[in-house]
């Protein structure tokens, strides 16, 4: 029998240590080590054998690597597909990450039950088959090559992957199986490891594509070691405010794609829809006359969208103004709302300041800044912008109105949805500006465009 013996493993990075230790030494976390026992014979020792097995493998020169183009297979669901960069690639390894309760299982089950004539089959470890098909008829798609287990044993998954030989294999979720051979506890490093190890040779040994659910833990990353993201081939991350409807897919990694797509869902009784255009969804028109409302022309990802920002100006009920934003970075409003009092002269130091962006959604594009003070600026005074108007700029620290990146789908997206007027930067580069039907105003300072909006 293999001798057992016990190690401690930090549970961010996977590096191991004979005892314990309060800080790792690799990647630098605090009290992350864990005791797991682990079989003293290598030859269980999973994926690292592997590197030295070069029996298989000859190295070649890169001109005479055989180049074709990758197959992909189509998920049947846009946003998806659009993500991976036009589908999924066979013998990839895909991760989804999320919270709790955003919607992980219910997008992967509705992509298996849509994927066509693929035969799937599903691992829970999670759900009992009830449960899935519960869902399944909520959501209700029907994919009659669609099998489902609920298991925990890598072994038996092993068996199931024999037996039924699937075209798609989607495991719910990573941290919840565990291989005899480990013997720590489900979700623990070694055994995520050793997991997803075995399963990643299945996948590349007969092309079969893999979709993990990951959890994520209270920081917000994906839970269980740093390797997990190394192994696979794709990670993406499911996000959004779990109060409204919206959820975004990001990819973080991808081997066969560009990270700077995202995808956009809507949660709906009947499972998540599609948002081909989500400035449909982030804007609602039925506000006239409101003030602290302002509408961004924003870009996330590769697609341009509308998006409304609203702020709240009130006099500080404490000594120290309070100042919170939803969907927009903190820092960022501290400092364009130092901006405002210097070059505009608006004395905001009594005031208690809130941004909100609409929909739950968080904007990284800096070119709703614009957008932003002029939210700010139009609570402060209390007069409402007109709403056929949209703008998009980033504001410098000296109030000039900065260039920004894609200002022609920016504008044709506005025009698209029927807005009169848009302000834009004034250096910005493009020769066909007067193409669209759309009134277009360059600024160069903030005065210029508070001038245009409130005058
Ligand atoms: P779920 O996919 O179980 O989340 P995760 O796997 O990420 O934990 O989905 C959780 C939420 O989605 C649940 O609270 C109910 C909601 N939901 C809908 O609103 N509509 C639906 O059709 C389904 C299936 C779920
Ligand atoms: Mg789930």
């Known amino acids: 029998m293999a001798k057992t013996k016990s190690v401690f493993v930090c549970q961010n990075c996977g590096t191991d240590s004979p005892k314990w230790v309060g800080k790792c030494n690799a990647c630098g976390q605090w009290n992350t080590f864990v005791e797991e026992l682990v079989h003293k014979s290598p030859s269980k020792s999973g994926i690292v054998h592997d590197f030295f097995d070069t029996s298989a493998s000859k190295p070649i020169y890169i001109n005479e690597v055989p180049v074709s ?26 991760l989804v990450g999320g919270e709790p309760g955003i919607g992980k299982s219910t997008l992967v089950l509705q992509m298996a039950l849509r994927i066509g004539t693929q035969k799937v089959l599903y691992v829970s470890g999670e759900e009992s088959p009830q449960q899935i098909k519960l869902r399944a008829d909520r959501i209700h798609k029907g994919n009659e090559n669609c099998l489902v287990v609920s298991e925990t044993s890598l072994e038996k998954i092993m068996g199931h992957i024999k037996s039924v030989k699937p075209d798609l294999l989607v495991i719910d979720s990573i941290q919840t199986l565990s291989s005899e ?19 990643l040779r299945v996948a590349k040994e007969t092309n079969l594509p893999v979709v993990l659910i990951g959890h994520i833990n209270k920081e917000g990353n994906l839970a269980g070691p740093k390797v997990l993201e190394h192994m696979v081939d794709v990670v993406l991350q499911f996000e959004g405010d779990r109060n ?61 969208f509308l998006i409304e920002t609203q702020a709240l100006v009130s006099t500080a009920a404490y000594g120290t103004p309070q100042r919170s934003a939803t969907g927009f970075d903190l820092r960022r409003l501290n400092m364009l709302l130092a901006v405002l009092e210097k070059r505009a002269g608006f004395k905001l130091a009594v005031k208690d300041v809130f941004l909100n962006i609409a929909g739950g959604i968080k904007v990284n594009d800096p070119s709703i800044d614009l957008a932003v003070v002029s939210a700010i600026l139009s609570s402060n005074i209390d007069i409402p912008l007109t709403q056929k108007i949209c703008m998009a700029g980033e504001v410098g620290l000296s109030g000039e109105i900065r260039p920004v990146t894609r200002i022609e789908q920016r504008i044709g997206e506005a025009a698209k949805l029927g807005f009169e007027q848009i302000i834009i930067p004034k250096f910005t580069k493009g020769p066909h500006l007067a193409k669209y039907d759309i009134q277009i105003t360059q600024v160069s300072k903030l005065e210029e465009a508070f001038k245009l909006l409130f005058a």
Do not use: W
């Open 69 to 94: 183009d990758l197959p992909r297979i189509n998920t049947s669901n846009i946003e998806l597909d659009r993500v991976l960069g036009g589908g999924m690639v066979p013998g990839s390894m895909i």
């Open 181 to 199: 051979s480990i013997e720590s506890l489900p979700g623990s490093v070694s055994q995520i490891r050793e997991c997803t190890g075995a399963i």
């Open 244 to 304: 409204h409807m919206y959820r975004i897919l990001r990819s973080i990694k991808n081997r066969f794609g560009s990270t700077a797509e995202i995808g956009i869902f809507e949660m709906l009784g009947d499972g998540l829809r599609e948002v081909a255009n989500p400035s449909e969804l982030l804007l609602s028109y039925h506000h006239d006359n409101l003030s602290g409302v302002a509408i961004s022309a924003a870009i996330e990802g590769m697609r341009p």
